[in-house]
């Protein structure tokens, strides 16, 4: 029987009051935790093995409470400066390629992260507001930067599709580096030092948390049969054969190239459209800003560089040789080797 219109809104009503209960519950929960300063922006907090700003620790605890994964959905998931903005041009435009508009059409208009939003970051960042998870088109292009065991179950018990890209921890700090500086510039804050950083991240003391745990974290559940779809990716393998790995990550979610498609060229004009010099020269990428949980960030500032080796021009040979240290401790034996 259909609902009457006083028992929908008393229904809303109800939902939104539990939201903004749960809400309460997880800010009183962060606002106890121990804070790391001048590591990020905003301060860093600590809680069941990762750190965010005070803002998305918040709403990851809520997406961890509420969030109902759907089989159909798709997450792509990363450390900050992994090659997000670029794997969610790839995402949408692929799965979108045959839509009306064209998803390529889109990217020229959207910021990719206005394509494939953040769960913690946008929409379960207002804790005053249910988000609305059902206006999203399915499938569900969806993004996070928390860790896999920070997940909801709904995740791997769904059986919906998790999309994991790694980049090379040297060149992951130093593109993060260069960005939340510019943030901070933008917000008010103080330059971040470059060794300050540096040691900072490899105490793991970084939005995301430690990059090992993070990596190692989705290289495993990618490897278990039975378990979380997971496909993990590397960004320079990305970078070397873009068709390639554009073609896996299509059969992956669901919607491969089919012969003609490939015949006609359909891969290489999504690589082309999702490319670093596209995406950068475009105007809606050179202006304006994203929100983050009340954090303005500049459009731009997701379009430094985009190279692979730029660590060199950065770190000195001590530092490259301590992440390097790190690396073959934290990842031996696990078969991963970014």
Not at 85 to 110: E, H, M
Not at 184 to 212: A, I, M, T, Y
Not at 253 to 279: M, R, S
Request: aromatic content about 10%; hydrophobic content about 35%.
């Amino acid at each position: 029987m259909e609902q009457s219109p006083a028992s929908l809104q008393t229904e809303q009503e109800n939902e939104e009051e539990g939201y903004q209960r749960v809400h309460q519950q997880c800010r009183d929960l962060v606002s106890s935790l121990p804070i790391v300063e001048g590591c990020s922006y905003p301060d860093l907090c600590f809680h069941d093995g990762f750190f965010r700003p005070m803002p998305p620790m918040v709403a990851a605890m809520m997406v961890r409470k509420l969030f109902e994964a759907r089989p159909t959905d798709i997450i792509l998931a990363t450390l900050p400066m992994s090659g997000t903005t670029w794997l969610k041009a790839l995402l949408f435009a692929t799965v979108n390629r045959n839509s009306s508009p064209s998803s390529t059409g889109n990217l020229a208009t959207l910021n990719p992260h206005q394509c494939v939003p953040f769960l913690e970051v946008e929409l379960y960042g207002d804790g005053a507001r249910v988000p609305d998870m059902d206006s999203i088109p399915s499938p569900r292009l969806l993004a996070t930067h928390i860790p896999f065991h920070f997940l909801p179950n709904s995740v791997v018990d769904s059986g919906c599709r998790v999309v994991y890209l790694c980049r090379n921890p040297k060149d992951n700090f130093v593109s993060f580096w260069h960005f939340i500086n510019k943030v901070r510039k933008n917000n008010g804050g103080e330059p971040l030092p470059l060794e300050v950083g540096f040691d900072h991240f490899c105490q793991g003391r970084s939005p995301g948390g430690p990059f090992w745990d993070h990596m190692l974290g989705y290289w495993k559940a990618s490897l278990q049969v039975g378990g979380c779809n997971v496909l993990f990716m590397r960004y320079e393998e990305l970078m070397k054969d873009p068709r390639a790995e554009l073609k896996r990550l299509a059969e992956f979610v669901g919607c491969p190239f089919t012969q003609e498609e490939q015949a006609n060229g359909v891969l290489e004009d999504i690589v082309e459209t999702c490319g670093f010099e596209k995406l950068s020269s475009l105007e809606v990428n050179k202006v304006g800003k994203q929100t983050f949980s009340r954090v303005k960030v500049d459009n731009d500032s997701f379009f430094r560089r985009g190279v692979v080796g730029d660590w060199m021009n950065h770190l000195t040979p001590d530092m490259a040789q301590r992440i390097d240290k790190i690396i073959e401790s934290k990842f031996e034996g696990s078969g991963l080797a970014p």
